[in-house]
């Protein structure tokens, strides 16, 4: 090969080495920079309605643990008002139930049968 042809083939190399876009022109790098651009709009708005959509989850479930909370501590109330005394008594008295006098009352004693085995696990307060 002859000198004068070595800066001829180099410079082909170049413009072989250099990406596309470079040689597109303005008109196509334009239309690329706005496809690029519109794909990551795309994908920003993708993630921002995940982000909408996992925000209103959390505070759907905040309102279901408050919900919960107060429902829970509504029965708790209720139970301690239905085991006090004064509830029992006055709810036994509407039944028509009266105090046992212990005068009177008989107890059965069944000599062939039994005791009831009382087991930690299986009692009833």
Known sequence: MRASTKPIL???RRRQLHPFFFR????GLSICSVLL???MAVLYL???G???????EIQRLHRQQATL??????LA????QEQSPAYIAT????MGLIPADPKTVIVLVISHLKPIPWDDQHSQP
Do not use: F, H, Y
């Not at 109330?77 to 301690?80: N, S, V």
């Open 10 to 12: 180099a410079a082909r």
């Open 24 to 27: 597109m022109g303005p008109v």
């Open 37 to 39: 651009i519109s794909l």
């Open 46 to 48: 993708a993630q921002l």
């Open 50 to 56: 995940q982000a909408v959509t996992a925000n209103q």
């Open 69 to 74: 909370a107060r429902e829970d501590q509504d």
């Open 77 to 80: 109330q209720q139970i301690a």
């Open 91 to 94: 709810r036994a008295k509407a």
